[in-house]
């Protein structure tokens, strides 16, 4: 059965930096690949998907890359703020969730 | 757009009680949503996958007799949970998708559910 991998439990980055979430996934190819963001108690929102052919796809200080050979997607939030703080979640197309990356950025 | 309203947010019940939570899909029909269970600090787990006008599909090793589904309209679907016990405890969530290309899923708000 497939599998779906974020490698980092919790990353901890200062303001300002980029911040590198992975995500892996195995037994699997996937049509497209989501990411969401999700605060303590909420529903998680949508942004960013990015499909097979695509390599990457940009969304103002947003950029996710996609590389089917490796089965690996690449997220990253350029000059990263403290609101930017929250668990990064990666999904299949299936609507399968990885486990979540809590990415927290320090003033 | 693209707005998913889940009620009820938060519900206390009795052990051997159901429970119903509903979502719907409010400027947009859904013709599929899917449920969701997450428990604290853990991810999304998914239940099983509603389909307006048919049974649900549910993943394996939830029970469909514990957590009945019903998708009656495109706007609407609701969970059951019969019969529900402490360890049924936990937050559900709902998602459905909109039908525009490179659109992900609109997520509810979440029910955080306690069984005394």
């Known amino acids: 059965s497939q599998k779906i991998e974020q490698n980092s439990e919790a990353l901890n980055i200062q303001e300002g930096k980029t911040a590198t979430l992975t995500c892996n996934y195995t037994n699997y190819s996937p049509a497209y690949l989501q990411w969401y963001r999700q605060d303590p108690g909420r529903g998680p929102v949508f942004l960013l998907l990015i499909r097979e052919n695509e390599k990457e796809k940009r969304k103002e200080r947003l950029k996710v890359t996609f590389d089917t050979t490796l089965k690996q997607s690449l997220f990253h939030i350029t000059a990263s703020q403290p609101a930017d703080s929250a668990t990064y979640l990666c999904a299949l197309d299936d609507m399968r969730f990885g486990a979540g990356t809590r990415l927290t950025v320090k003033p | 757009g693209a707005v998913v309203s889940q009620h009820p947010s938060r519900v206390i019940c009795k052990s051997g009680t159901s429970v119903k939570i509903e979502c719907r899909s409010l400027?947009?029909?859904?013709?599929?949503m899917f449920w969701y269970r997450q428990f604290p600090k853990q991810s999304l787990m998914l239940m099983a996958t509603?389909?307006?006008?048919?049974?649900?599909?549910?993943e394996q090793g939830v029970e469909k007799d514990k957590f009945l589904i019903n998708h009656a309209s495109l706007t609407l679907s609701t969970l059951t949970v019969t019969s529900a016990h402490p360890e049924d405890s936990s937050f559900y969530i709902c998602?459905?998708?909109?039908?525009?290309?490179?659109?992900?899923?609109?997520f509810g708000s979440g029910t955080r559910l306690t069984v005394v």
């Open positions: 509603s389909n307006e006008g048919s049974k649900a599909t549910y």
């Open positions: 998602s459905a998708r909109v039908d525009r290309r490179d659109y992900g899923y609109t």
């Open positions: 400027d947009f029909q859904a013709t599929t």
